[in-house]
């Protein structure tokens, strides 16, 4: 399993090596979008507004909109030396709560923590401590240049980290519309409704889920392979170098042409010079 962040846990005065790897894995059937007329991957390029050109990864800097069309420009270096300072941190519980303490709408993604070298006993303690107090722990910590608030819990014999959004990235249920203040509820139809969800109420099996739309769609892309129903993205057509010298001679031939100046024609003299001219 792949390693994603190294580093140490502490609570009180003990220090546990770990290793993180994510606990979850996004299982989405990607498509790709193609040309409808040569079925070849649509490309994305990063292009100027103003400047009409493309731009090389190089040439972007990053900054922060504080106004409309007003920016602070951030060093690399600055916003790397920062992050630097908080991983080299070991991440500390500062607290313990009971899991039912916090709503799940604050839950984000969890990720599994093994014992680096030397770790295995402070793992152990910790994981002990916390399923026979039923607790789990609060601390920060960095993860992918974002300082994240994360519980420490036990899942199956194993230490888990779940990110969990701050208090003022939940948005406000207050801000939500059409919320009904007070609804008058008919006894007879809760009573049906109570009666519902009792008869449906079960243990979580988490195994009895499936994504009913992606096994569909791996079907049905399944199906049209076998059936040979495909494309195939065509090649990217290679310069003809004698076209392109032909080309080029003949587009510099027309624009001498276009820039070759008119021949000066000669003065016509005027009808009072003329008559001057035979009168002498």
């Not at 292009?47 to 090389?56: D, F, G, N, Q, S």
């Not at 951030?74 to 790397?80: A, C, K, V």
């Not at 701050?166 to 509820?185: C, F, L």
């Not at 791996?218 to 003809?240: F, G």
């Amino acid at each position: 399993m792949h390693t994603m962040w190294k580093g140490t846990i502490s609570f009180g005065l003990v220090n546990i090596p770990v290793k993180m790897h994510a606990a979850t894995e996004n299982k989405d059937v990607k498509l790709r979008q193609l040309h409808k007329e040569c079925q070849s991957p649509i490309k994305y390029e990063k292009v100027c507004p103003v400047c009409e050109a493309e731009v090389k990864n190089e040439d972007i800097v990053k900054a922060y909109e504080y106004a409309k069309n007003k920016f602070v420009i951030l060093d690399e270096e600055e916003i790397e030396a920062l992050r630097k300072e908080q991983e080299d941190k070991a991440v500390e519980i500062v607290d313990f709560v009971k899991l039912e303490d916090i709503d799940p709408i604050y839950f984000e993604k969890s990720y599994y923590l093994s014992p680096n070298e030397g770790g295995s006993k402070a793992y152990g303690l910790l994981r002990t401590a916390l399923n026979d107090t039923g607790k789990i722990g609060i601390a920060k910590m960095i993860i992918r240049a974002k300082e994240q608030l994360a519980v420490i819990r036990v899942y199956e014999n194993t230490l888990v980290v779940e990110t969990i959004h701050y208090p003022d990235e939940v948005r406000s249920v207050q801000d939500v519309p059409n919320i009904p203040e007070d609804v008058k509820v008919v006894k007879k139809e809760l009573d049906v409704a109570k009666m519902l969800i009792e008869q449906l109420t079960t243990e979580f099996e988490p195994e009895k889920y499936n994504d009913d739309y992606r096994t569909a769609l791996l079907d049905l892309i399944e199906e049209k392979k076998n059936n040979a129903q495909t494309a195939t993205a065509k090649d990217k057509p290679v310069p003809d170098n004698v076209t392109n010298l032909m080309d080029a001679l003949q587009a510099s031939l027309e624009r001498a042409k276009k820039d070759k100046p008119k021949p000066s024609q000669p003065k016509r003299k005027t009808t009072a010079a003329k008559k001057k001219k035979v009168a002498t």
